[in-house]
Structures are given as structure tokens and as C-alpha cells.
């Protein structure tokens, strides 16, 4: 059975740093592409970040190049998001999300997701 | 980046009518990179249809999907009880991805 899960969330002063982790299980990691995807209450489901499988490539949004990092550990089949110079706009629920490999590059499966507070 | 709007913002209806949302892209969906997204409440998002027509593995043949360029449809032929949720299109074709602000679809 396919699964993602997030860890790592929790409360965090502004101007804090938190480290996200996702281990996945039930298909073989290395294969495909991750991505990171946030939800609030306010601007609903937003794309924060990506790597390729290898990790030899990464990808951010805008709002949060230069002060997140995501990397991978494939003999651990874990997912990783460094976070840091959080500010309340960073607070939401923090998706992993599974990509395909196919030419059609959709999410195929999200973990269940860890809430960052960010909040003095 | 393409910005999605979706449409209504909530939808009420009874089980067994047919529900019809819409997304609509302010610039055209590069390859028809298309997606809509079930989420129920405290649930995470699950993959629905892809490719504006292609129902992932699993997705009963109620749920439908429609259009191309700018203009594109979730349909849901008859409502069934557990179809009461909120609904997320999502553009993968031009980065970065981006998703509409979702429909609530609530019992009358």
C-alpha cells in the first residue's frame, strides 16, 4: 500500500526554522519526482517546491526561494523540507505529494500532511 | 502564472442530481495539464481526473471531466453521499502549478 508520511510540524516563533520530513513506503522512491505543496484556510492549496528524482535538481516558489530547501534521502525513502526565516505566511498544513514519471506530470498521491504554526 | 477560478464557491445539492463545476484559466492550459481534486474534511486531496479527462485508478465513471484552452468541467453525474466535499482544479503545464481556489459541494 502506497504511503506518505509527513512529520516534523508544529509551533514555531517568526523568524524560526522547522525541518519537515516525509517517509514514503509501499513503491520505489528513487523513481519519481516530489514536490511539497501548502493549504491554508485563505489562499487554499499552493506549490512551494519540487526536486527531481536524484535530487540533482531543484524547484521553489517565489515566496519562499532563499529561505526553503528541499531535499531527498533515496536509501531512506524520505522526503525533506528545511524551512527557515518563517513568517505567519508560512503557516498552513504541508502536503508531500507524489509525482508521475509518465509525459502527463500530475499528482497521482498526497500524504496526509503536518500543520506549521508559525505564530509569537 | 496562470490563475484558476473557480466556480461557484459552493454548490449545494441532493444526493442523486447531477453537480457540474467550473475552472476557468486566465491564460490556456499548456498540453491540456488539467487535474481536479476530491478533498473531504480533514482528509488530504485525492487525484480525481487528470489530463482534463482521465479518471485516476479507482474513480467511479460518474465522475467526468471536460474542455480544453481556458474553460473546463468536473461533472458528477448523480450525487452520491460520500461526493459531498470540496473540489480543486489544478494547471501542471506552465510552471509553477497552480490551483483554483476550490468548490464546496454541500447537501441541500
Known amino acids: 500500500e502506497l504511503q506518505l508520511v509527513e512529520s516534523g510540524g508544529g509551533l514555531v516563533q517568526p523568524g524560526g526554522s522547522l525541518r519537515l520530513s516525509c517517509s514514503a513506503s509501499?513503491?520505489?522512491?528513487?523513481?519519481?519526482?516530489m514536490h511539497w505543496v501548502r493549504q491554508t484556510p485563505g489562499k487554499g492549496l499552493q506549490y512551494v517546491s519540487a526536486?527531481?528524482?536524484?535530487?540533482?535538481?531543484?524547484y521553489y516558489a517565489d515566496s519562499v526561494k532563499g529561505r526553503f530547501t528541499i531535499s531527498r534521502d533515496n536509501s531512506k525513502n524520505t522526503l525533506y523540507l528545511q524551512m527557515s526565516s518563517l513568517t505567519t505566511e508560512d503557516t498552513a498544513v504541508y502536503y508531500c505529494?507524489?509525482?508521475?514519471?509518465?509525459?502527463?506530470?500530475?499528482?497521482?498521491?498526497w500524504g496526509q500532511g503536518t500543520l506549521v504554526t508559525v505564530s509569537s | 502564472e496562470i490563475v484558476l477560478t473557480q466556480s461557484p464557491g459552493t454548490l449545494s445539492l441532493s444526493p442523486g442530481e447531477r453537480a457540474t463545476l467550473s475552472c476557468r484559466a486566465s491564460?490556456?492550459?499548456?498540453?491540456?495539464?488539467l487535474a481536479w481534486y476530491q478533498q473531504r474534511p480533514g482528509q488530504a486531496p485525492r487525484l480525481l481526473i487528470y489530463?482534463?479527462?482521465s479518471r485516476a485508478t479507482g474513480i467511479p465513471d460518474r465522475f467526468s471531466g471536460s474542455g480544453s484552452g481556458t474553460d473546463f468541467i468536473l461533472t458528477i453525474s448523480r450525487l452520491e453521499p460520500e461526493d459531498f466535499a470540496v473540489y480543486h482544479c489544478?494547471?501542471?503545464?506552465?510552471?509553477?502549478?497552480?490551483f483554483g481556489q476550490g468548490t464546496k459541494l454541500e447537501i441541500k
Open positions: 526536486i527531481t528524482n536524484s535530487g540533482d535538481k531543484t
Open positions: 491564460q490556456t492550459v499548456s498540453s491540456n495539464y
Open positions: 509501499g513503491f520505489t522512491f528513487s523513481t519519481y519526482p
Open positions: 489530463g482534463v479527462s
Open positions: 489544478q494547471q501542471y503545464g506552465s510552471p509553477p502549478n497552480t
Open positions: 505529494v507524489k509525482r508521475t514519471v509518465t509525459t502527463n506530470p500530475y499528482y497521482d498521491f
